[in-house]
């Protein structure tokens, strides 16, 4: 899924749950946040993980659960090095900054944007699912 695809599925996840704008804003995500992620605009990472957390859902890459930004940023270094790539490669390979994978594998920040474009080189996959308990 794109960041926008993903973006589209949050929004539908929310209005099937009928979370309020209220209630995830009473969590620190206000509605400019709420909004970026909806649309598919370039957001912090961050942000996304709190927005699925909240709403019940999981992150996954390549159908397996990413609960935080941190172990996403952990299994996309361990892929990136297990291919053999350097840093400075994905780099020019991205249009990224070393600094900016860096910042994507030990979870200090990055934007969606740019890790949806890390993800790319890597051919790897980012979906969301809600998570049904009970069901």
Known sequence: MTIKQIGEEIRQIR????????FLAERGLFCNSV???ERG???ALGTLFRY???LNARLTLDGVDMSTAEEL??????RRTE??????AVAE??????????DIEKARGGKVES???YLDELGARLNVRELNYGA
């Open 15 to 22: 209005q099937r749950q009928e979370v309020s704008f209220q």
């Open 35 to 37: 909004y970026r992620v």
């Open 41 to 43: 605009e370039n957001y």
């Open 52 to 54: 699925t957390y909240y």
């Open 73 to 78: 940023g952990q299994v996309l270094h361990q």
């Open 83 to 88: 291919h053999g790539q350097s840093l400075r």
């Open 93 to 102: 390979a991205t249009g990224l900054s070393e600094r900016q994978i860096i």
């Open 115 to 117: 890790l949806e474009r």
